[in-house]
């Protein structure tokens, strides 16, 4: 009787997977978001890394925020492993493979401050970050990301509820809310987008429709788009610490 060989599909996949990680041998490498270096001209670019719309005395500043200091700032909420409640990191997690952190959302501090309108609004999710490889993001919502811890509520009871109530509490506290902020008021929050592409160098974030006047009925009448430039360096990280950077467009 003729033997016929047997084909095991899932270690074929292995296989191939283990062939290409030897071929390749390196991680995608992204550095921080920083300010690219030409701007509108109503805009200002500070040292903290922070670019600011001014038009008179209505300031709408726009700041990236790393997880390194996401997690210096809500400490007591990054330093339990997988079981840290920052709703915006992986907290101290360290995963396989020698990456010892990975990015769960891309994170901007948007703050207003508004000394020459009688009020002004901005919606969080009329925020929208395009790339220049055409990739397209927009800014998550509560609910959004409340579906997305929702699934670590198992049974809606004991620590896992816990840790999913303490995450969305912190979300509900620190995003940026959508609400008029009138003369001599000031708004300050986080705007939370997808974590991006590998691929994705130069940014432009826009905050599409900020009102700036209104109607006797409370509709707007004057709104303008404010668009933000950042850019980011990108490349590989191969297993003996070589970091080869991507040319720049």
């Known amino acids: 009787m003729t033997m016929r060989p047997r084909f095991f599909p899932f270690l074929g996949l292995l296989a191939g997977a283990c062939f290409l990680a030897s071929a390749c041998g390196y991680h995608h490498h992204a550095g921080p978001i920083e300010p690219a270096g030409e701007q509108e001209e109503s805009l200002t670019v500070a040292d ?5 719309y001014v038009q008179g005395r209505l300031e709408v500043k726009l700041r990236p925020v790393s997880d390194q200091e996401l997690n210096r700032l809500f400490a007591g909420e990054s330093e339990s492993g997988t079981k840290s409640t920052n709703p915006f990191t992986y907290g101290d997690t360290e995963f396989f493979l020698g990456k010892k952190n990975r990015q ?3 994170v901007f501090n948007l703050s207003v401050k508004n000394y020459a309108y009688p ?3 901005i919606e969080p999710a009329h925020v929208q970050l395009v790339a220049a490889n055409g990739r397209e993001y927009w ?3 509560v609910e959004q990301m409340d579906n997305y811890y929702r699934i670590y509520a198992t049974g809606y009871r004991g620590n896992e509820y816990g840790r999913y109530k303490s995450r969305l509490d912190l979300l509900t506290r620190t995003l940026f809310k959508n609400g008029e902020i009138f003369s001599g008021q000031e708004s300050e929050g986080y705007v ?3 974590v991006l592409h590998p691929d994705v160098e130069k940014i432009e974030v826009i905050v599409h429709d900020a009102v700036l006047r209104f109607d006797y009925r409370g509709e707007p009448v004057e709104t303008v788009d404010i668009s933000y430039h950042f850019q980011r360096n990108i490349g590989r990280l191969y297993h003996d610490g070589t970091l ?3 040319a720049v467009d």
């Open 119 to 121: 009020k002004v609004q």
């Open 104 to 106: 769960r959302f891309t």
């Open 48 to 52: 903290d890394g922070s670019v600011t």
């Open 244 to 246: 080869e950077i991507s």
């Open 139 to 141: 800014s998550l919502k």
């Open 192 to 194: 939370v987008f997808p």
